[in-house]
């Protein structure tokens, strides 16, 4: 591993080095904020569906909180994304 | 039976949500323009209208997503709020990679943007509706919220 890691950096200038870790951490940091909202969405929505099945007469008000939930939730991912792309293009 | 095979019917109350989202986005459009124009130049003006319309689509299209899948089935609904994050996160790196070079986007206030007019609306319709349900007699407008609607089997 280490004689890979000196055969890449023997390769490559301090700067492409730097443009590469620059893309891979851009990289993780979206997919990385991409998996919290996701389950996070998966879980509201699972538990709003039940809450439906089990008080029909609440169902305005369920789906009223469950959107507020969802856009709340995919504030996350866009944080991760507009990080993504200040790292990779700004 | 299944809770999965039920359907949500009646009124949908996250169209009348983003509506009233939108309503306000549009509203304060001018004014986010003019900050970021004094802050980044008439590129972050450009910018802050473009990152605007991409959360005013985002919740236009959510909302659509899910009014249009719950009155169908609850399984549907699911399927659809959650591949339909996937949609939205995608069309809206789609559309922020093809103008990433454009010479009158500034990328930083296009990202800021996004960032503060979905949580700054957000925040704002939901200071309205945590009103609305507290105190349901206090409601501007009570056929706009309605409290509750009916869920039944298809």
Redo the contacts between chains.
């Keep these: 591993m280490e004689a890979i890691a000196q055969l890449i950096a023997a390769e490559m200038t301090p700067a492409e080095l730097k443009n590469n870790a620059a893309a891979a951490s851009a990289g993780y940091a979206y997919g990385l904020a991409?998996i919290g909202?996701?389950i996070g969405?998966?879980y509201l929505?699972?538990k709003s569906?039940?809450a439906?099945?089990?008080q029909?007469?609440?169902?305005?008000?369920v789906?009223?909180t469950?959107?507020?939930g969802?856009?709340?939730t995919?504030?996350l991912?866009?944080?991760g994304?507009?990080v993504f792309?200040?790292l990779k293009?700004? | 039976m299944s809770p999965l095979a039920m359907a949500s019917v009646g009124q949908a109350p996250e169209v009348t949500v983003s509506r009233d989202i939108i309503r306000r986005g549009l509203i304060i459009a001018p004014l986010i323009m003019i900050i970021a124009g004094v802050i980044w130049g008439l590129t972050g003006a450009w910018s802050a209208g473009l990152g605007l319309a991409l959360v005013l689509m985002n919740f236009g299209l959510a909302a659509a997503l899910i009014s249009w899948a719950a009155p169908i089935s609850l399984a549907l609904m699911m399927g659809v709020t959650l591949f339909g994050f996937l949609l939205r996160l995608g069309l809206i790196s789609l559309a922020v990679f093809l103008v990433r070079d454009v010479s009158w986007v500034s990328l930083p206030a296009l990202g800021i943007t996004i960032i503060v007019t979905h949580l700054g609306l957000l925040f704002w319709e939901m200071r309205f509706i945590a009103a609305s349900l507290a105190f349901p007699g206090l409601r501007p407008n009570a056929q706009e919220y309605p409290s509750s609607s009916a869920a039944e089997t298809p």
């Design positions: 991409a909202p996701g969405i998966g929505v699972g569906v039940e439906m099945a089990r029909p007469e609440a169902a305005g008000m789906r009223t469950m959107f507020l969802i856009a709340f995919e504030a991912a866009l944080i994304f507009v792309i200040l293009f700004a």
